[in-house]
């Protein structure tokens, strides 16, 4: 995965600046607060690992976390910085200023149910709102919900979901943040967005649709409110999500084994809006013989056998 989400950022980057969303890619990182010496140590432990791969978080102590985020409790004790990735405060904009600029380029969105696809001929056929659509190459990339149609076709990979929550809370006397932060030794992230700052909760063990429990998120909203200035909850029930997984949490992308035209991409976890456009490339570069960014093999459906 290192060179592949190594390539992300700039992707994104050069897709928002074509979509003149630039303002929507935000600079300045994300930090891990620890509120004990055992989260430092945790910390500490955590940036060893990355260390292989060029990753290195600056240490603050509470006077140069302050002097980042000054409206942390003295709850947070410092943090790990990482500064160079990126943040967006409203991924469904910037998705929809992706969506405008391959459309201005001569994209067309159609509506339909994906299972009516079949094969048809020497490619393949959809049935979408405004009949029936016949093409010679087709992507499954439905996300959480990519296995069904897959094993319609006889694809039988071990996937699963990991469901999460998130809510948006009014800032307490206006007070923010400035970007995502990670309160390490309870496990959830708040991060500020055009909606409100956000707390996303962590993963949840659960099939794709059982129905929400409040569990996750009640269980640390109270050490949020320790920590961050959030004010009263934004809207009446939690944004319940799924993550779409595979074991080795590396996404499906490259072609359907033995079904010329069909394509997968997905199965990017945790990481699906920061892997969407180097995902789509690398595709695209399989789909049209060009050389890919990163070697395609760890991605390829038979790693699970057939
Ligand atoms: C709580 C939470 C926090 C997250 N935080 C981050 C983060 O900080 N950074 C990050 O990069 N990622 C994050 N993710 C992960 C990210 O949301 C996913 O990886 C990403 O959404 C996967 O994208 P996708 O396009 O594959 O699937 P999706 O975004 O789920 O899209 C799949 C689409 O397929 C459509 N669909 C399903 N069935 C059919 C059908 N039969 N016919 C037609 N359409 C159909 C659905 O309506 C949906 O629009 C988070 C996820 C959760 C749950």
């Known amino acids: 995965m290192a060179p592949f989400l190594a390539a992300a950022s700039a992707e994104h980057l050069k897709l928002a600046h074509e979509a003149g969303a630039d303002a929507l890619l935000r600079r300045g990182g994300w930090i891990k607060a620890f509120r004990s010496a055992r989260g430092e140590d945790m910390a500490n432990r955590e940036a060893e690992e990355l260390k292989p791969y060029g990753i290195a978080p600056k240490f603050l102590d509470r006077a140069a976390l302050i002097a ?3 409206n942390l409790s003295e709850k947070a004790i410092g943090g790990a910085h990482y500064a160079d990735p990126l943040s967006t405060p409203d991924p469904e904009a910037l998705a929809q200023s992706y969506a405008a600029l391959f459309v201005n380029r001569g994209g067309r969105f159609e509506t339909g149910d994906a299972l009516s696809l079949e094969p048809a001929g ?3 056929m959809v049935t979408t709102e405004s009949g029936r659509l016949a093409a010679s190459d087709v992507v499954i990339a439905l996300g959480p919900w990519s296995n069904e149609l897959a094993r319609r076709f006889g694809l039988r990979l071990p996937f699963f979901v990991k469901r999460g929550y998130h809510m948006h809370y009014e800032a307490k006397g206006n007070a923010g943040l400035t970007r995502p932060v990670l309160d390490l030794e309870r496990g959830y ?3 500020p967005m055009t909606r409100g700052l956000r707390l996303t909760t962590g993963a949840e063990f659960a099939r794709r649709d059982d129905p929400p429990s409040s569990a996750q998120l009640d269980r640390v909203e109270p050490f949020a409110r320790e920590l961050f200035p959030i004010g009263a909850r934004k809207e009446p029930k939690p944004w319940l999500g799924r993550r779409p997984c ?3 949490m590396r996404p499906v992308i ?6 010329p035209g069909l394509w997968l991409d997905f ?3 945790h990481l699906g809006l920061t892997l969407g456009p180097v995902s789509g490339r690398l595709l695209a570069q399989l789909m049209t013989g060009e050389a890919p960014l990163v070697d395609p093999a760890p991605f390829r459906a038979e790693r699970f056998g057939r």
């Open 68 to 70: 980042l985020e000054p």
């Open 122 to 124: 020497a490619g393949w």
């Open 189 to 191: 992230l708040v991060t």
């Open 246 to 248: 595979l074991p080795d």
């Open 254 to 259: 490259g072609p359907f084994p033995g079904k």
């Open 267 to 269: 199965g990017h976890h």
